[in-house]
């Protein structure tokens, strides 16, 4: 099937529910994010900064750019003048760095909390006890270039289909947790990013309202 099929039959399976698709478009060439665009995809995600900032020139100006790998702080800046969204903040010196350059730049920047869901330790992401540590900095309300809007996990990578739900239920107490206890006044803190190819209509099942789709609509990264 052809780009645009795939992203139409996603779309279609997710209608009516309350997951929106984020194309991960890491290592594809312009030409095939072009065709994603056609297609009617307009998240796009990907997990290295310097590729993000060299393909966002290519593509038109109404892409919402998700980067969705871990980043590090001196990468921040490539980033700053167009990213809509970070999916991996996983610290309070990363929101610092991300608040900066929003600000010079007079943006405000939408940012995730990523949570370690995963059994595989080399997964990053926070616990519940970091993440509420970040949230208790009396720092918080200054950063005022970042909008929180929500929680990310990446599951384990297993065809366990308990063990995926699980994960995934876990993130989705995170996301009930916080916004009760931080975030009940906030409209804007909606969002839980789960699922990717293998696993996306599992997760949207458990709450998913973003999920990250890459070789289910471009084919294998090989
Ligand atoms: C690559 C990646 C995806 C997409 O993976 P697919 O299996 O190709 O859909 C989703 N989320 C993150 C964080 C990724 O790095």
Not at 91 to 110: D, G, M, P, Y
Request: hydrophobic content about 40%; overall charge negative; aromatic content about 6%.
């Amino acid at each position: 099937m052809s780009i645009a099929e795939n992203i139409q039959r996603i779309n279609a399976e997710l209608a009516g529910t309350k997951a929106r698709l984020c194309v991960v478009t890491k290592t594809h060439p312009v030409e095939r994010l072009q065709e994603a665009y056609e297609a009617g995809a307009r998240c796009f995600g990907e997990n290295r900064p310097q590729e993000m900032a060299a393909k966002h020139p290519e593509l038109p100006a109404d892409v919402e750019w998700h980067l969705i790998g871990q980043l590090q702080t001196n990468k921040v800046k490539l980033l700053a003048p167009f990213v809509n969204t970070i999916q991996s903040i996983d610290s309070l010196k990363l929101l610092r760095e991300i608040n900066k350059h929003a600000a010079a730049h007079r943006r405000v920047i939408n940012g995730l909390l990523q949570f370690h869901i995963a059994q595989e330790e080399s997964k990053s992401g926070l616990t519940l006890a970091e993440a509420e540590e970040i949230l208790d900095s009396p720092e918080l309300p200054d950063l005022s270039h970042v909008r929180l809007t929500g929680v990310m996990g990446v599951a384990t990578f297993t065809s366990d289909r308990d063990q995926l739900r699980r994960e995934f239920q876990r993130l989705h107490g995170y996301f009930d947790h916080l916004k009760a206890k931080y975030f009940a006044e906030s409209p804007a803190f909606q969002d839980i990013s789960m699922g990717m190819s293998g696993d996306y209509q599992l997760a949207v099942a458990e709450g998913s309202t973003l999920v990250r789709v890459g070789s289910a609509i471009f084919g294998s990264r090989g």
